[in-house]
């Protein structure tokens, strides 16, 4: 069984940068594809960025591409996403989440184990 453990996040304001990271334990997830969602309230759980085990496939949502880095340490069994010039419309609950299976896919169902959820509130 995965264990998923998200730290980061927090109060920032717009323009400002946040680096979310995300531990694994209870199994090695190497050869998984991992991503970042997130979700607002009254809103549905959205793809953010996603990651294949070696790193070489990084799709982004189109409202964070070019502002947010996903990045993975195999060796630290981790997985992280930089996110530069926020706005308030990256205001979100953002979850970590690992699949084990292949290809690298950008929907909530494909994943099977996540993290415990971590706020981050943009203001003007």
């Known amino acids: 069984q995965v264990q998923l453990l998200q730290s980061g996040g927090g109060s920032v304001q717009t323009g400002d940068s946040l680096k979310l990271s995300c531990s694994a334990s209870g199994h090695t997830v190497n050869t998984y594809a991992l991503a970042w969602f997130r979700q607002a309230p009254g809103s549905e759980r959205e793809f953010v960025a996603g990651?294949?085990?070696?790193?070489?496939?990084?799709p982004y949502a189109d409202s964070v591409k070019g502002r947010f880095t996903i990045s993975r340490d195999n060796a630290k069994n981790s997985v992280y996403l930089q996110m530069n010039s926020l706005e308030p419309e990256d205001t979100a609950v953002y979850f970590c989440a690992a699949s084990i299976g292949t290809p690298l896919r950008t929907v909530a169902v494909a994943f099977h184990y996540w993290g415990q959820g971590t706020q981050v509130t943009v203001s003007s």
């Open positions: 990651i294949n085990w070696s790193g070489s496939i990084t």
